[in-house]
Each structure stands twice: as structure tokens, then as C-alpha cells.
């Protein structure tokens, strides 16, 4: 009876409360929930992130066809009652299989935005410190400096980095600054700094994700057809800063990411400091078609550069070709068809554009590796005794399942390398029936990218 209510109605029954299981009653009401998200998509980003999602869309739909390992059903339900293609039309790009029937999903990684390392970003001494593919290792270093720049819509962020601490020193004395310059020109700088004990805070020899701080970048209080041209009406291009602010030793630890994402009930309401996992491998942390999004992505905005002021010219926004920097993007476990070509044989750009340019069975492996069957366990420390009993209240008791864990080898179950080549079938991590704590039952919230509501 509802879906013969007018659609206003229907769309603001489910504004109205976005978290309740209306979007689940049927197909027409999930498939008007994601539809709204690509209203939500234009209306944060502005109509001009249309043609940068059609530049980045090689990417992008390499991204969310990995999230199949554990959506592809629901995912399915919307693209086989739209009809939608498999492959691009050139009059419609963005109406295809993965792009419209994931609106969310688009959302989330526009909104968020995880900062991977890369070699042009960091300045430390060599040759006692290196900057692999994927991480960088902090290893007796007087020098650490790191600057990116990125697009950001107006809202709440939190600002987390995910390292591993392996003796760790000289973390304490490291600032983290935000800038950007707002719609009225002025400039606006927020300055975060970790605990000084966070040397001593941090668990040796696992992965955390440590918060740092939390920001908000304002909602534009002009008109920009009258006030300020230079100045994008939905968006602010904003420069994170990492430097050492004193003359002490930093020694021990590698740095996975930096997070610019959306507040979450587990950071935010529970007053979460950090996060931990027993593991440093950085394969089960980085995931590799999220850094290309990020990285073709970034170069579109920024308009065929990776400039590093955050004063740009609003003409130069979204110009970028990431086709530019092909040879920058990793395809360790995303595609064949660079490994597999002789030098010389690609003298076209068209043909990564296609679909059939990826090697789905070597694509969906790795996604079943990063996102299933491992993980599931993590050991929470909150800033205040009062917010990790609240936390057991409610999800039960994290430490029991960690202490239950502390014997399990993951490295030896559920490697990469493991996994069976002809392997094309994939499932979401059953649920652990004797776990005590049932929050993230399937261990896939701190996998990928902080998801809205309407």
C-alpha cells in the first residue's frame, strides 16, 4: 500500500527516518533509497561532480565490483529490475551496472577520503628510511614532513592515521594542521597533535587506527554568483599537513593512511581513541582499488597536477586526465592486462576503459581476501572507562573475544597467496556465534569507506 503513495510522500517517509527498515520492505522502496543518494551526490557536490565521475569511472567501477564478495545480492536486486548494462554507454556513462545500482556506495567514497602513501608526498632522510609502494617506514629519521591537498564537501570529519608501532619513538611531537582557505578569502587552520604518552598508549606490533582530532569545514554563507568567483560553491580544497615540531628522534613505526572521514557511533559516541588488530601486513589494510580511485580522483580535481597549494583557480577544478599517470597506479592484484602486454603493445588508452580490460577472476580474488574471512576481532580503547562500559552494555564484552583470539594465525589461513586462482566463488564471513561482542559481526565497517543515511 505504501508504494501507491505519491513519491513525495514516500521520499520523505524515508528522510523522515533513513535508519529503519522501510528501504527493506520491497524492491520499489530500496531501489528509491538508492536513488536518493544520487540526488545527495549532486546536492553536497555540485553538479560538476558529474563529468569527474565519468573521468574516474574505470576506477571507480573497479571499486565497487569488489564490494560484490559481500553485497552482490543486494546489489543485484536494483540492477536486474533497471535493466542496467554491464558496459559503458557513451551517451549514458553513469547508467550502468556498478555505478547506479551503488549510489551509496559512490557517496561514501566521495565523502570520505583516505590518503594513502605515496612517495611524492613525504619528506625524510634516506637512506635509513624508505617509502615502499603502499607504506612508509619511519626508521631513525630527524626529517618527517607530509603534504596532500583534497576536495572536501562541507560537514563533521574525523581524523585518524593507521600505522603500526613497532619500538615507536617521537610520535608525540608530530603536528597534523588542516587548511583552507573559506568563501570569504580568509584563511582557516586547525592544528591536531597526539597524546604525548602515545608512545607508550600504542600496542607494539599491530595495526591501529588512532583518532586524532575532529574537524568541520563550513557550509558556503555566500552567493557565488555574487561574491566570490575563484571559490567552488559546494566544495573546499583543503591541505593536510604532517611535520615534526621538535628536534627529537622518531624511530619504529610505518604509516599505512591518513582518514578524513565521516563521524561514526564507534568514535563519536562512544569517544573511541584507537582501534587494534594483530597484524602488520599492509595487504590487509590497503586496499588497492580504493587507492587508484583516490589517486585518479585527487588528479581530476586538482586539474592535471597533484598541486599542493590549496589557493587554486575554480577554471582548473576537475580539468585533470588521470589517463596521464597510468604508470602510477598499482595493478599488483587488480588486472593482467599491463603484466601480460609487451612493451609497445598498448598504444591506446580505450581499451582499460573496458570492462573486459580487468580480469574479474583475479579482481574478485582479491576482494574476497581484503574484505572475507579474517579480522573479525578487534581490541577497543576508549578514552574514558565510563565509554567502554557503555560500549560492553551495549555490544557486549571485546575482550573476552580478544583474549579468545590471541592463538589464531591469520597470516597462515587467509594470505593472497593462498587462494586458489580458479577460485570464483565468494561468501561474507559467517558469524561467530561464540563471540562475545556483536558489534561489526562480519568485520567489513572499518574495510571500506564510513557509510551515510539519508
Known amino acids: 500500500m505504501l508504494e501507491k503513495l505519491p513519491t513525495e510522500i514516500q521520499v520523505r517517509l524515508l528522510k523522515l527516518e533513513p535508519s529503519s527498515s522501510l528501504k527493506m520492505v520491497n524492491s520499489h522502496f530500496y531501489i528509491l533509497y538508492n536513488d536518493l543518494f544520487y540526488e545527495r551526490i549532486i546536492s553536497t557536490f555540485g553538479e560538476d561532480i558529474v563529468p569527474v565521475l565519468i573521468k574516474v569511472l574505470p576506477w571507480l567501477r573497479t571499486y565497487i565490483k569488489t564490494l560484490d564478495s559481500f553485497r552482490r545480492e543486494s546489489r543485484s536486486v536494483i540492477s536486474s529490475r533497471l535493466s542496467l548494462p554491464f558496459y559503458v554507454d557513451e551517451e549514458n556513462p553513469l547508467n550502468t551496472i556498478y555505478i547506479k545500482d551503488s549510489w551509496r556506495y559512490v557517496y561514501s567514497i566521495l565523502r570520505n577520503k583516505r590518503l594513502f602513501a605515496e612517495y611524492g608526498d613525504y619528506k625524510i632522510d634516506e637512506p635509513t628510511n624508505y617509502i615502499y609502494n603502499h607504506f612508509v617506514e619511519i626508521n631513525r629519521?630527524?626529517?618527517?614532513?607530509?603534504?596532500?591537498?583534497?576536495?572536501?564537501?562541507?560537514?563533521?570529519?574525523?581524523?585518524?592515521?593507521?600505522?603500526?608501532?613497532?619500538?615507536?619513538?617521537?610520535?608525540?611531537?608530530?603536528?597534523?594542521?588542516?587548511?583552507?582557505?573559506?568563501?570569504?578569502?580568509?584563511?582557516?587552520?586547525?592544528?591536531?597533535?597526539?597524546?604525548?604518552n602515545i608512545n607508550d598508549i600504542l600496542p607494539k606490533k599491530q595495526f591501529c587506527l588512532l583518532r586524532l582530532g575532529e574537524f568541520s569545514i563550513p557550509s558556503s554563507?555566500?552567493?557565488?554568483?555574487?561574491?566570490?568567483?575563484?571559490?567552488?560553491?559546494?566544495?573546499?580544497?583543503?591541505?593536510?599537513?604532517?611535520?615534526?615540531?621538535?628536534?627529537?628522534?622518531?624511530?619504529?613505526?610505518?604509516?599505512?593512511?591518513i582518514d578524513l572521514a565521516q563521524p561514526t557511533v564507534l568514535f563519536n559516541q562512544f569517544d573511541l581513541l584507537y582501534y587494534t588488530v594483530r597484524e602488520t601486513d599492509y595487504r590487509y589494510f590497503i586496499n588497492i582499488p580504493l587507492k587508484n580511485f583516490y589517486k585518479a580522483l585527487n588528479y581530476i580535481q586538482n586539474g592535471n597536477s597533484d598541486n599542493l597549494s590549496y589557493q587554486i583557480a575554480l577554471k582548473d577544478y576537475g580539468t585533470g586526465d588521470p589517463f596521464e599517470i597510468l604508470d602510477s597506479y598499482d595493478d599488483k592484484f587488480v588486472t593482467d592486462s599491463l603484466h601480460n602486454r609487451k612493451a609497445g603493445q598498448v598504444d591506446s588508452l580505450t581499451d582499460l576503459k573496458d570492462p573486459k580490460a580487468i580480469s574479474d577472476k583475479q579482481l574478485m580474488r582479491y576482494a574476497d581476501f581484503y574484505f572475507n574471512k579474517a579480522f573479525i576481532r578487534r581490541y577497543f580503547k576508549f578514552n574514558t572507562i565510563y565509554q567502554r562500559r557503555q560500549f560492553v552494555n551495549r555490544y557486549g564484552d571485546f575482550e573476552l573475544d580478544w583474549k579468545k583470539g590471541e592463538n589464531q594465525n591469520f597470516n597462515s589461513t587467509n594470505t593472497y597467496d593462498s587462494y586458489s586462482h580458479s577460485q570464483s566463488t565468494f561468501s561474507l564471513v559467517a558469524p561467530d556465534t561464540n563471540r562475545a561482542c556483536i558489534y561489526d559481526l562480519h568485520g567489513l565497517k572499518w574495510k571500506i569507506p564510513t557509510l551515510s543515511e539519508l
Open 141 to 196: 629519521t630527524y626529517l618527517l614532513s607530509y603534504t596532500k591537498t583534497m576536495w572536501l564537501a562541507p560537514g563533521d570529519y574525523n581524523l585518524n592515521i593507521g600505522l603500526v608501532v613497532k619500538h615507536g619513538n617521537g610520535l608525540g611531537t608530530t603536528k597534523f594542521e588542516i587548511r583552507y582557505e573559506n568563501d570569504r578569502g580568509d584563511i582557516v587552520t586547525e592544528t591536531f597533535y597526539p597524546p604525548t
Open 221 to 257: 554563507r555566500t552567493n557565488h554568483d555574487s561574491f566570490n568567483k575563484s571559490h567552488h560553491p559546494k566544495l573546499y580544497k583543503v591541505e593536510l599537513t604532517m611535520e615534526e615540531i621538535g628536534l627529537y628522534l622518531k624511530s619504529g613505526f610505518r604509516i599505512f593512511f
